[in-house]
C-alpha cells in the first residue's frame, strides 16, 4: 500500500528544500518527523507537513480497506521537490532604475508505503 502527499506552490526554494528532502528519504516515517522537527533549517516545517499529509492518507487508505495501520512499519519510499512558479516582483531604485526580485516557490512530494515483509 503506497499513499502520496503534494505541497504546492510552497514558499521555499527548491534548493532549500531538498536539502531536508534528502535528510529523510529512505527513513522510516516516524524517524524522519523526528529529524524534520529537531532539523533548525526553516525548510523542515513544509516539508514535515506534506510527510505527515501522506501518513495520513495512507491511515485512510488503510481503512478504507480493512487493513491494519501501524505508523511504525511505514517507509519513505520517494520524495522529491519540484521548482515551482516563480513570482517576479520589483523594487524602485533611484534615477528609474529597478531591481528585479525573483521569489521561487517548491512543489513537494512524498510517497510513503509499507516495509517489505510487513502486513
Not at 491511515?59 to 478504507?64: I, N, S
Not at 516582483?89 to 512543489?107: E, P, Y
Amino acid at each position: 500500500m503506497e499513499a502520496k502527499a503534494i505541497a504546492r506552490h510552497v514558499r521555499v526554494t527548491p534548493r532549500k528544500a531538498r536539502r531536508m528532502v534528502d535528510l529523510i528519504r529512505g527513513k522510516r516515517a516516524s524517524e524522519a518527523i523526528t529529524i524534520l522537527k529537531f532539523a533548525p533549517q526553516d525548510a523542515s516545517l513544509p516539508v514535515r507537513k506534506v510527510l505527515e499529509s501522506a501518513i495520513a492518507n495512507a491511515r485512510v487508505k488503510a481503512e478504507k480497506a480493512g487493513e491494519p495501520f501501524r505508523e511504525q512499519d511505514l517507509v519513505i519510499k520517494e520524495t522529491y521537490v519540484d521548482e515551482g512558479v516563480t513570482l517576479k516582483r520589483f523594487r524602485a531604485r533611484a534615477q528609474g532604475r529597478a531591481a528585479r526580485i525573483n521569489k521561487r516557490t517548491s512543489h513537494i512530494t512524498v510517497i510513503v508505503s509499507l516495509k517489505e515483509g510487513a502486513r
